[in-house]
């Protein structure tokens, strides 16, 4: 049997993945105002994975080192973007086949959460001539291997071309089915995830992410500082109503 479309994407990232030098760190963090004030929201609420890419797009617009990707060409490197963007990969339906696609949110700090929930319903539902992160990928993987992973490869080394058609960072969560990923197969800077969030508001978060843009304490902090900005303003605005 020939991979699908989808299969061969997940393989050529797979490959490409093993080349970096990645870290994980799990933190147990605790969201009860966020929760309380995600519950009162009328349907359909936001995401759990579109609040935490706000939450860390908010970060990230406080702390520089969370915009920055590995590049080694020209030179080996760090790129400072002016935002971060994030990648929130969800599943859908092509073909008959169920395939990982995303939704790129280019400075999520910046827009508003029931803004991002909307673009990621749209990544799930929208025909592919309307979804152009879907069109990229079939027309991607659509090329002979020797030419998709040379390509990813060069994307990958020279960071901004992934940055501007996937994004600095990619949040993927299967919390909502009672499990925690502890693992990625990113090719970027940042890999976030979470398990269930509980009655409390307790949840395991996960952040794997590449050594050579930053280290474990940069990684603890950030996930504090998400919660942070989980339980404060975008409590807020869940508590807002998301008007």
Known sequence: MRFSPGRRMMADVSSASLRMPRAIITVRLHLPQALAARAAC???????????????????RERPVLRRMYASLPWPGLVEL???????LVEREHGGETLVSSARIRDPGGEALAAIAH???????????????????????RLPWFLRRPLLRLAIMTALPLHRYCG???????GGQGALILDSTSVMPVFLSFGPIGADGGVEAVIAFDHRVMDGAEAVRTLRGM????????????????A
């Open 42 to 60: 009328a349907a359909p609420r936001p995401p759990w994975p579109v609040i935490f890419a706000k939450a860390f797009g908010m970060l990230a």
């Open 82 to 88: 002016n935002s971060a963007a994030a990648c929130i």
């Open 119 to 141: 673009r990621l319903a749209s990544a799930k539902t929208a025909p592919p001539a309307e979804d152009p992160a879907l069109r990229r990928l079939l027309r991607f993987a």
């Open 168 to 174: 600095s960072f990619v949040v993927s969560a299967l």
């Open 227 to 242: 919660e942070a900005m989980i339980e404060g303003p975008l409590a807020s605005e869940l508590a807002g109503g998301l």
